[in-house]
């Protein structure tokens, strides 16, 4: 089992749960982080760490949301890692709730 950053964390990119990462799984890319899942040990320290209540459990993840399995575990592959809180985008806080940004992904 592995959790999996979701739609919300696009365009907002906050980066406190990869404060509390003990494996450091994270990987970041211009407007996103997603979850390495070869490495997330299922702790559970980031989901409650987001402020934008983003990262998901994989067997719970919202309806209409399963690609980002797959959208996680590939950007994992060619994103850096990051192992420390950045600040998060300028306009996070006008980002955080708008529905259907996966078209705003940077990749």
Known sequence: ??????????????????????VDCFYEGPNFLVIHPDECIDCALCEPECPASAIFSEDEIPEGMDEYIELNADLAEVWPNITEKKDSLPDAEEWDGVPDKLQYLER
């Open 1 to 22: 089992m592995t959790f999996v950053v979701t739609d919300n964390c696009i365009k907002c990119k906050y980066t406190d749960c990869v404060e509390v990462c003990p």
